[in-house]
């Protein structure tokens, strides 16, 4: 049903109406909404996706426990995703810069009975399915923003405008975004959505925990000879090339037909204001037990994003009036064992049960989830990535003690802001004393540069639409940030989206804006907390295949 409305904008815009809106069709958004329809085939439910397909902007490494699956489509193995490869055996490995020592595997990542999937086919082969039941999927639909009654309720979301040049004028294609209203919202929008940003801070969800955390994840999916490939071989590394302040580590994934999933988790806690997570990523790449798989070989596609990690601790309140949150938007990673899609999948379906149960409000979601198994798991290991925080070894011998005693330590480890772990530069020249790592030699293997990563991430944008990542006060970025922190920024984003340039007016923040890939790194981790990414017009950004 849809009908036209002039909002307070002047604009005249188009309205949908549904039973329940669902942001985002990741895992749990799409477990979600075939859940939902399983339950309740006469609730209408739509989900939109800002990716120009489904699947577009999905990316994670990903080996998944299959067990919500199976209770979600029990004959999905009669008609498996494109690429769906059981695990068949796994190593773990400490590594030097010029070695390695081989160690036990962790019992949390044991991966007995999981399979090696690309999440962004296995959402695209998802879809279908959920279409099936009659839910409605709009690909190319980002929303913009939420909507919300008289008494703040939210009652919707609003899909960005469609046409707007760089200035903010009306291109002659121009079309008013459409306002979808529902009597519940689900947000499913990934880690750090830009709407469960707002929301979080609205209804302060995050007064009773501790600041989520994070990590980058830069991937690549290389074609190899097949007789280098063992499909279902999974191997993960920690160690060189981070140091021993600096949470890192590495994953190897062998699938079919010669193709390997690798990739380099950089935990964005860290302290050292030279770091440089893409480079640390193409270190590792050309490493004496890495780079032989490799060479000859060419990649197919690579891309980055942003792991939510906080755990148990950093969860917060994950309904408010009118909403919910699910999957990674809520922080459901399980850090230990590297997955989240099994948690992603489980609370998409208790959220539908709960709200079948309580005929569509979210009022009662939190202390479902919290009640739940998917919660059970995160607090066995809340203490784990917070004990790395105090350094690799601590970490280890903390990991392994939480791991005897399946988290039943009386205490929790407490987590901080990311922004805030930055040394400043003066502070970290005095107290530097090591430089492993940190050359960052010339790689041997493609890519040459991150905008050459940028290329294999097929990312696209209307180079004549507003710039979605807003700066609120760049005069910050040359009058303090050159001084105290050597502009992180052109660091740490992988796709060198931002650059200090100099011309005749003097310094400047440049901002190439279509390079970018939607990682969020930097809403994550700028140090003063005035970067903050909205999403571009709808369609726009990477074009993700098999990641």
């Not at 044991?110 to 695209?124: E, P, Q, R, T």
């Not at 979808?180 to 302060?204: D, M, P, S, Y």
């Not at 990311?418 to 940190?438: M, N």
Request: a neutral charge; aromatic letters at 8%; one cysteine or more.
């Amino acid at each position: 049903m849809s009908e036209q409305v002039t909002s307070a904008d002047t604009v005249e815009r188009d309205v949908m109406e549904y039973d329940v809106v669902t942001v985002g069709a990741g895992p749990a958004g799409l477990a979600f909404a075939i859940r939902l329809k399983q339950l309740a085939p006469e609730i209408s439910v739509c989900v939109i996706e800002k990716a120009s397909t489904v699947g577009a902007h999905i990316l994670s490494g990903a080996v998944i426990e299959t067990g919500p699956l199976d209770e979600l489509l029990p004959n999905w193995r009669d008609s498996p995703p494109p690429i769906c490869v059981p695990a068949t055996e796994d190593e773990f490995w400490l590594l030097s810069k010029t070695g390695g020592r081989k160690l036990p595997v962790p019992p949390g990542m044991n991966n007995h009975g999981n399979v090696i999937v690309s999440l962004g086919a296995m959402c695209a082969w998802l879809a279908p399915q959920a279409e099936a039941l009659g839910v409605e999927i709009y690909p190319g639909f980002a929303a913009a923003e939420t909507l919300h009654d008289e008494t703040g309720r939210v009652v919707g979301v609003r899909i960005g405008d469609m046409g707007v040049a760089k200035d903010g004028s009306h291109k002659p294609g121009y079309t008013p975004g459409i306002d979808i209203r529902a009597k519940a919202t689900v947000l499913a929008e990934g880690a750090r959505g830009h709407l469960t940003k707002r929301l979080i801070r609205r209804f302060r969800l995050d007064a009773g925990s501790d600041p989520q955390g994070y990590s980058i994840g830069i991937k690549e999916l290389w074609q190899v000879p097949e007789d280098r490939v063992s499909p279902g071989k999974i191997v993960h590394s920690f160690g060189w090339p981070a140091d021993n302040r600096t949470y890192g580590g590495s994953f190897l994934y062998h699938l079919d037909k010669g193709r390997i999933a690798l990739g380099y988790v950089s935990g964005l806690d860290y302290r050292d204001p030279h770091y440089k997570p893409w480079e640390a990523f193409q270190q590792w790449k050309n490493h004496p037990m890495v780079k032989p798989l490799l060479d000859g070989g060419s990649i197919l596609s690579a891309g980055a994003r942003a792991i939510v990690t906080g755990g148990w601790q950093s969860l917060p309140k994950v309904e408010m009036p009118g909403a919910l949150l699910i999957g990674d938007t809520a922080g459901l990673l399980n850090v230990p064992k590297i997955k989240g899609t099994h948690q992603a999948i489980r609370s998409g379906m208790l959220a539908a049960e709960h709200l079948v149960a309580s005929q569509l409000s979210p009022q009662g979601w939190d202390a479902k989830l919290r009640g739940s198994e998917v919660m059970a798991e995160l607090r066995k290991v809340r203490n784990v990535k917070p004990g790395f925080k105090r350094g690799l070894w601590f970490g280890l011998l903390n990991a392994a003690w939480e791991t005897i005693t399946a988290g039943r330590s009386p205490w929790t480890l407490r987590n901080q802001a990311d922004w805030c772990s930055l040394e400043k530069v003066a502070e970290h020249e005095r107290q530097r004393t090591v430089h492993s790592g940190r050359d960052y030699v010339e790689p041997s293997l493609p890519p040459r540069d991150r905008l050459q990563g940028v290329y294999y991430a097929a990312t696209a944008h209307d180079e004549d639409q507003p710039v979605h990542l807003k700066v609120r006060d760049t005069s910050i970025c040359i009058e303090r940030c050159t001084v105290e922190y050597a502009n992180p920024c052109t660091r740490f984003c992988p796709a060198a989206v931002y650059e200090i340039v100099e011309d005749a007016a003097g310094k400047r923040l440049q901002i190439n804006a279509a390079n970018c890939v939607h990682c969020k790194t930097c809403d994550i981790k700028d140090p003063y907390e005035i970067i903050d990414w909205v999403t571009p017009e709808g369609g726009s950004g990477p074009n993700y295949q098999n990641l």
